[in-house]
């Protein structure tokens, strides 16, 4: 690889890490470029030459985090082992990437709750809607009609519900549960969880 072509990679690959933090933290409309130009390091002409404009920038930072995590959630999905093995890699991979990475939940979370409805669209047809296609394929395959229902998003809305009611959930009194950051038993006494939720709504 060229010098100019590992520059230009290595430049477009901070723009992305530093909007990435930005956006997450203060959503698109509370970020400017000159914020992305000032933290990146980067002039704002090279940042225009890169993504076009600030809307572009930030559809790239999207497609980056959620495409390879789309990648990742249907790689287990159609893992070779049963459906019930499948099912729990599914579990322990969604819940891995919301509960290890703040930027990205963050990020999801402020997508999901911003009204941007064309943003929400472009989410969906980019990578949720494969996955949950995926998802409902499998759950049939697990016990026949479980996916025709309302348990695949019900499995996305308890994941995503429980890691943002974490910093919450590990205040409350007489709690069963000890709660922890990045806590691998945490992550399996909730996959199980989920999983007996799925089980107990078997037709």
Known sequence: ???????????RSIILEVSTQLF?????????MRQISTESGFSMPSIYHHFGNKED???AVEVEMYSAHAANLLHQINADASPEDRLNKFLFA?????DSNPDYLKLLQR???DGWEENQ?????????????????????YSPGKGDGITPVAIFSMILGF???TPVIRHLKNNAASISEDDPLQRKVFVNAVMDFIKSNQQ
Do not use: I, P
Request: glycine letters at 4%; a positive charge.
């Open 1 to 11: 690889m060229s010098t100019r072509k590992a520059n230009t990679k290595n430049a």
């Open 24 to 32: 997450a933290k203060h959503g698109f409309d509370g970020v400017t």
């Open 57 to 59: 920038l930030f559809k």
């Open 94 to 98: 969604m819940f891995e990437r919301l």
């Open 111 to 113: 997508n999901l709750v």
């Open 121 to 141: 669209a472009f989410l969906v047809e980019m990578s949720l809607q494969n996955v949950v296609n995926e998802l409902r394929l499998l759950l049939n395959q």
């Open 163 to 165: 890691v943002t009611m």
